[in-house]
């Protein structure tokens, strides 16, 4: 047998062709790398901002609710501010009054009428308190904790009982007490709670 054969098993094998373009798979330059394009991402603002004007820490500003509530606490305090001045003017009259019915001279009489002054001073005193604690709660709206949304709540619930003994007073009464109920009622609002149990830096 001859080694130089083609088909010679026992010759040497055959020369692989050189890996050259244009013979076998062709060969494909290598790419360019391609930057990555950087996208530009718009900056929050910080705190972020929420519809509202939320952010996760509480509302950033009083919401409507709590400022509607916050009003309405000041007519109740002026409407108690208005029945300390008419107790007031009453008791200036007190002793006309008395006089022209007849009252002075009677010592039976006159005890029932002092015990009658002492009912409208202490109803003067009572609308006074009111008068100032509604003040204080007004101005205790922007910066106050939950303490003063719970004593909103209970100051309109007394302005209720007010509203009762004025109901004889050309309606006056009436309105107080609807004015009242919609106060609870807006200071019970979540927006309320949120606002009074925001965290404070």
């Not at 009677?106 to 409208?120: I, M, S, W």
Request: charged share 10%; proline share 12%; net charge neutral.
């Amino acid at each position: 047998m001859s080694f130089g054969e083609p088909n010679n098993p026992y010759g040497p094998p055959p020369q692989q062709p050189p890996n050259t373009p244009g013979y076998g798979v062709p060969q494909t330059p290598p790419y360019p790398q391609q930057p990555y394009p950087q996208q530009a991402y718009p900056q929050q603002p910080y705190p972020p901002q929420y519809p509202g004007g939320h952010h996760p820490g509480g509302p950033a500003e009083m919401p409507r609710p709590t400022r509607v509530a916050q009003i309405l606490v000041g007519v109740i305090a002026l409407a108690h501010a208005i029945l300390a001045g008419a107790y007031v003017y009453f008791l200036t009259q007190w002793d006309e009054v008395m006089t022209e019915a007849g009252i002075t001279g009677d010592a039976e009489a006159e005890r029932f009428a002092d015990l009658g002054k002492g009912v409208v001073v202490f109803f003067l005193g009572l609308a006074s308190v009111f008068a100032i604690l509604g003040l204080v709660l007004l101005l205790q709206y922007a910066k106050g904790g939950n303490t003063v949304r719970v004593c909103s709540i209970v100051y309109s619930s007394f302005a209720i009982v007010t509203g009762i003994f004025m109901l004889a007073y050309w309606g006056l009464g009436l309105l107080l007490m609807a004015v009242s109920i919609v106060a609870i009622v807006l200071s019970a609002k979540r927006e309320s709670a949120a606002w009074f149990q925001r965290p404070r830096y």
